[in-house]
C-alpha cells in the first residue's frame, strides 16, 4: 500500500512533467514558428532546469526511501546505482 508521502510525490512528479510537457510544447511552436535563436535556447534551458528539478524531487526521494534500506541490506549495490546515477549526471553537459 502506498504511503501519504508516495501519493504526494507521484503527484508532484506528475503536475511537474505536466508544465514540462508545456514548455516542450511552447519550445515546439517557438521552432516551428522561426522565433529568435536565444529565444528558443532561452526557452530550451527553462526545460531542462525544469527537468533537473524533477531529477532531483525523484532522487531525494530515493535516497530516503530505497537507498536508506539498501544500505542496511545490499550496500554494494546502493553505492553502485548512487556512483552510476552521479557519473551520468555529471556527463550532462551542453
Do not use: W
Not at 12 to 18: D, E, G, P, S, V
Not at 58 to 81: D, N, R, S
Amino acid at each position: 500500500m502506498k504511503s501519504n508521502n508516495q501519493t504526494s510525490l507521484k503527484q508532484q512528479t506528475a503536475r511537474r512533467l505536466r508544465i514540462i510537457q508545456g514548455q516542450i510544447n511552447g519550445l515546439l511552436k517557438m521552432v516551428e514558428n522561426d522565433e529568435y535563436c536565444i529565444d528558443v535556447l532561452n526557452q530550451s534551458l527553462a526545460v531542462q532546469s525544469s527537468l533537473k528539478s524533477v531529477d532531483a524531487l525523484i532522487l531525494e526521494h530515493h535516497l530516503q526511501t530505497h537507498v536508506a534500506k539498501q544500505f542496511l541490506t545490499q550496500p554494494e549495490k546502493a553505492i553502485k546505482e548512487l556512483l552510476k546515477i552521479f557519473k551520468h549526471s555529471a556527463n550532462r553537459r551542453l
